[in-house]
Nanobody, 124 residues
C-alpha cells in the first residue's frame, strides 16, 4: 500500500501547478482523500479533503477558490490543481487516504495512508 506524490516545484506568484498522488495497492475510488501541507517552521495544516462517496469536498479558507481536486479512477490517481499561487502557499504538500468515512473529515488523525510529500515553492 503506497501513495506517491509528485509534481512539486518552483513557481512564481500567480502561477499554477498540479500535484499528483498515485496510489498502489488499494483503490482510491473507495477512499476519501485529504491534502495537507506543512510550511517551514509551521505545523501541518489541512488544505482540502474529498469524499469518495458523494464527491463532496471541503476547502481551507486560505485556498478556497484557488485549489481543486480531481480524480482519475482509471489511473488510480488524484490531482491537486492549484492556481493563483501565493508566497504563503510554499510548503511540503502531502496526500493521504482513508477508506470512505461515514462523514467526510479533514482531520489528519483519521487518515491511514500517507504519501511522502512534494515541495512547492512559490517565489519571485
Amino acid at each position: 500500500v503506497q501513495l506517491q506524490a509528485s509534481g512539486g516545484g518552483l513557481v512564481r506568484p500567480g502561477g499554477s501547478l498540479r500535484l499528483s498522488c498515485e496510489a498502489s495497492g488499494f483503490p482510491l475510488v473507495t477512499h476519501d482523500i485529504g491534502w495537507f501541507r506543512q510550511a517551514p517552521g509551521k505545523e501541518r495544516e489541512w488544505v482540502l479533503c474529498s469524499s469518495s462517496g458523494d464527491g463532496s469536498a471541503r476547502y481551507a479558507a486560505s485556498v478556497r477558490g484557488r485549489f481543486t481536486m480531481s480524480r482519475d479512477n482509471v489511473e488510480n490517481t488524484v490531482y491537486l490543481n492549484m492556481i493563483n499561487l501565493k508566497l504563503e502557499d510554499t510548503a511540503v504538500y502531502l496526500c493521504a487516504a482513508v477508506p470512505r468515512l461515514p462523514a467526510l473529515s479533514c482531520h489528519p488523525n483519521l487518515y491511514d495512508y500517507w504519501g511522502q510529500g512534494t515541495l512547492v515553492t512559490v517565489s519571485s
